[in-house]
């Protein structure tokens, strides 16, 4: 049997709330979603394993809608995302404290940021407040726009605009404040 029989198989038997076809396919799909939680809710386990748990849940609530167009692993991070934007929605507030942000201010040196490993820029990123986290995430990994990331965060185009420099302004002074040691 290939793989995509199994995956049509796993699904028509989670559909049929098969319980252990349901755990099979959370053993399989839940730590790629935990990790991208992770990304947006890097210090506070509690709630990366609550925001799990509404998207498995909506996974499992909404699998006979998957059309096996497309990869499953992206429906599932879809879902993902959707479920951590729908956190981020009720509970985070965004920062009022804004202050003009120059293109200039967020540029970084691409030499030395080449010798930090991927870990060491995913810590740095860690430490943003999470709205500039969280917004930051969604425009360069999951490749959002701004219109759909302020639509998903409930806040204006110009915040998310706003965030994302802000973001960019602030990894950038962590950054050379790293390679300047």
Not at 89 to 117: G, T
Request: charged share 30%; with cysteine.
């Amino acid at each position: 049997m290939s793989a995509h029989d199994e995956l049509r198989l796993l699904i028509k038997e989670c559909i049929a709330l098969s319980r252990p076809s349901q755990k099979k396919l959370y053993e399989k799909y839940s730590p790629a979603a935990y990790g991208i939680i992770r990304k947006y809710v890097s210090n506070d386990e509690a709630t990366a394993k609550e925001i799990l748990n509404d998207a498995f849940f909506k996974v499992f609530r909404d699998l006979h809608q998957y059309s096996f167009q497309g990869a499953f692993e992206g429906w599932i991070r879809r879902i993902v995302v959707h479920a951590i934007s729908d956190h981020m929605r009720k509970n985070v507030k965004p920062d009022k404290n804004f202050r003009e942000v120059k293109a200039e201010d967020a540029y970084v040196n691409s030499e030395p940021v080449e010798n930090l490993s991927h870990k060491e820029l995913l810590t740095i990123i860690e430490t943003l407040p999470d709205a500039q986290r969280n917004v930051f995430n969604l425009f360069v990994f999951e490749n959002y726009s701004h219109k759909e990331i302020a639509k998903m965060l409930n806040m204006q185009q110009n915040n998310c605009r706003w965030h994302l420099n802000d973001a960019r302004r602030r990894l950038k002074e962590k950054i050379n404040a790293l390679i300047n040691k």
